[in-house]
């Protein structure tokens, strides 16, 4: 979950002891439930009592809930879409992770594509669950109008959505009464019976009013629950009940200011001062208000328990009694009493002063957006450059670009520094041509006379013309232009002062990243290496382990795995020991597929399951690009070559543009499965628009995708060996030529596969046994059992070829051929990967766990459901994936079966 969410805002509210039980709403409600409808709409003016019995219910009915409590600032989409994961994954450990790295990515996504990603993962979900937007009406946006639309229409049957609002929402409410999809409470059903506030009035707000006042009282007030809690505060110690309930009277709104006035009017000079304090904060706490108040006689947290006590519309936002919040209509009310009694001024200054208290808390964004709400644009502006470096060693720049934007252009453009850190976060997030925007007016900015300057960070302002460069370099790098690398990195390197090693290394790793693109990995290996350790001797431990995943890329295509695994280990350690671990997501996903590739599955699962698991919350902004395409090779393994395109699918929209080159493209890798899957006319189509030739020279950037086309072209009628082979071997030169191991291997399998189909045995047995000496001390294993029947008959060759056990070859051919037999039996993915465990079964979820528990005791399907509190279709769905995977025909026999496994 992103780290600068308001946490506050999907937690669910807490409950107070005293309330009325509203019996006959919470069946309604219930009954929706077991009917399969999949909207509840809970409709009706404020003060209501909406909140309370959502809150109420869920207590009641035991289904998983997930909560959003929507307020005026999440009419961005992908806002919106932000805090709907975070709720969701509050029942759901990492659902939607991939979106949320989409939402940081400056390529803009349309949202409802996101929102499709997010529904197909909730879809694979089995059990029940609820989502909860709170304060629906708060929102007023037609983009997020337009996402719930489309959520309501598709989201999965395990789903319910259950929504509060004061007006209907822009949904097709006729069509689902229709279908019978829609549970409605409405105003009639929330009022008050005079038993419920007879309840309410005497037991919970501490009167003693006879069944006449209780019935006179529920009459004027329509039963509205707000209009009966605010007359009995203005009630309280009054000697003539009666009289006031004669002569209370007046519409809605009216109801509402009177009691209002009144109720504030009865609270003591000092709350009311403390309430319009206050009253610009949208959560509260003791030290915060206190910073507000500045009453010396009165500390503001036993002012705010006196006001909770008092049912003043205070409430808790958490269990130790720490944060709250006021009721949002009497949040407005004092707000609006607040801007008649003060100045423009004299309300900045609270701003400022609740900036202040963020900014020394840390909790910069919220400093931010006080310093904003008080229009001081001065303020907010070094709070954004005075924070950049901290959020961008943590990783944080899509949310240090949301605020940077906020302020003025008046205010940026006489800011240099700010304006190239502007640069440099746009770069980190993969969009050079906005940095490259803004670092054009850095540039202009710098030749105004210093005196016009706003300087904050003058050590970064002493070396911003480096800095320039060096983003300048970066950009290049990202969008190929490697000679403007080159020139700009060389720039930095004269620019920066020739002590600052920190400095200097960054503007000369960039080139790691050109010489990689070229093939030089040496001269990539080593720049990488020293920016690692620059960074380390700097304490810079976060960039250090996360360019220690760059270095073992490189390594890796190299070919030297067992390096890697080290230099992988070896940033682990150093995370774990700096408490950086957050950032190790791509770390782990590194050794688990190398680990894979050597065979050793327990490893691979328990570093695969970790990465996912770091994955939820790495602020790295290409995880899911990495994710997908991990997941992507694995189903490709395993045979399952639709799920794998639809992985490759979800890595293309996921891609973010780094210095690292991007040497397999996503088109050239779908075109190799298409090719196992037998369709070779999607291969061709992709060979057709590519552009490329076998004839073409070669280079390392396109390496990967020229040898696709050399596959593509032996499995065509008519075979142009000798354009293949030419190819092939010119590439394999030059690979030699730059000590690339990794293509040499999959250069020369290609090749002996070539000479294979050719007819010339020798040939690719030679090309082969060449592969394998190289391969051999490295450990490499599924590349060559990926290469299916055709490679295993001629390892079957060479062996027979070989004939002796003491060649050198002779071991590793038998291991090669001892993997491609295990590769031919039926194995389930998840046991193979995720939970080495089970091999017989595919492992039963907890919730299946739980339902064959009941069966085993002899439930039957009704009882099922309501002991489960879930639909019949939901538990027959249950019993047929336990019997499918229990390899079960009947509930004896599902029985009898999972208790020879031990499962029960």
Known sequence: MPSLLIKTKINIPALKRDLVLRKRINDALSDGIRAGRKLTLISAPAGFGKTTLVCEWLEICKIPAAWISLDENDGDAARFLTYLIAALQTLISGVGDGVLAALQSSSPIPPNELLTTLLNELSSIEDDFILVLDDLHAVDSRAVDELLAFLVEHMPQQMHLVITTREDPALPLARFRAKNQLTEVRTAELRFTENEAADFLNQVMGLDLSSEDVAALDKRTEGWVAGLQLAALSMQGKSNAVEFIRSFSGAHQFVLDYLLEEVLQKQSEAVQEFLLHTAILNRLNGSLCDALWQDETLSAQ??????????????????????????????????????????????????????????????????????????????????????????????????????????????????????????????????????????????????????????????????????????????????????????????????????????????????????????????????????????????????AVAASFAKADI?????????????????????????????????????????????????????????????????????????????????????????????????????????????????????????????????????????????????????????????????????????????????????????????????????????????????????????LKLAESEGYLRLFVDEGEPMRLLILDLRSAIQIAAHPLFGYAEKLLAEFSQSTLPQNPKSKIINPKFELIDPLSDRELEVLQLIAQGLSNQELTRKLFVTLSTVKGHNLRIFAKLQAKSRTEAVARARELGLL
């Open 302 to 543: 036993t002012m705010l328990e006196q006001l909770e006590r008092a049912n003043l519309f205070v409430i808790p936002l958490d269990d130790e009694r720490r944060w709250y919040r006021y009721h949002h209509l009497f949040r407005d009310l004092l707000r609006q009493r607040l801007s008649q009694k003060q100045n423009k001024e004299a309300i900045s200054q609270l701003h400022i002063r609740a900036s202040e208290w963020f900014e020394q808390s840390g909790e910069i964004g919220d400093a931010f957006q006080h310093a904003l709400a008080a229009t001081d644009f001065d303020r907010a502006a070094t709070l954004v450059e005075t924070n950049w470096l901290s959020m961008d060693e943590s990783f944080q720049m899509g949310t240090w670009l949301g605020w940077a934007n906020q302020l003025p252009l008046s205010v940026r453009r006489v800011r240099p520094v700010l304006l190239t850190q502007m640069g440099w976060s746009y770069a980190d997030a993969g969009n050079a041509t906005a940095s490259e925007s803004i670092l054009q007016e850095a540039e202009a900015c710098l030749k105004r006379p210093l005196k016009e300057m706003v300087i904050v960070e003058k050590e970064q302002f002493s070396t911003l013309p480096a800095r320039i460069a060096i983003a300048h370099a970066y950009n290049a790098q990202v969008e190929e232009r490697f000679s403007d690398t080159l020139k700009f990195s060389e720039m930095a390197q004269d620019m920066a002062p020739s002590d600052d090693a920190f400095l200097q290394a960054q503007a000369s790793a960039i080139l790691s990243g050109t010489y990689w693109a070229s093939g030089e990995l040496d001269k990539s290996f080593t720049l990488m290496s020293n920016w690692v350790d620059v960074t380390q001797q700097a304490d810079n431990f976060a960039f």
């Open 555 to 771: 390594l890796i295509s190299q070919g030297r795995l067992r390096d890697a695994i080290q230099v992988y280990q070896t940033a682990l350690e150093l995370a774990e020991t700096h408490g950086v671990e957050s950032i190790t997501a791509h770390h782990h996903l590194g050794l688990g597929l190398l680990y894979y590739e050597m065979g050793e599955d327990e490893r691979a699962a328990s570093h695969l399951q970790k990465s996912f698991e770091l994955g939820r919350q790495t602020p790295i902004v290409d995880w899911a690009y990495r994710k997908n395409l991990a997941q992507a090779h694995l189903k490709e393994y395993e045979g399952d070559y639709d799920a794998a395109l639809e992985a490759l699918d979800e890595a293309q929209r996921f891609y973010v543009r780094t210095p690292i080159p991007n040497l397999r493209p996503v088109a050239a890798m779908k075109a190799r499965i298409y090719l196992k899957q037998g369709q070779l006319m999607n291969a061709q189509t992709w060979a057709r628009k590519s552009g490329l030739s076998l004839r073409d020279a070669p280079d390392y950037l396109h390496e990967f995708e020229r040898v696709t086309l050399a596959r593509i072209t032996l499995a065509e009628v008519n075979v142009n060996f000798s354009d293949v082979l030419n190819s092939l071997e010119r590439h394999l030169k030059l690979a030699e030529t730059q000590n690339r191991l990794a293509s040499q291997i999959e250069i020369l399998i290609v090749l002996s596969l070539a000479f294979q189909a050719k007819g010339e045995q020798s040939n690719a047995l030679a090309s082969l046994e060449q592969a």
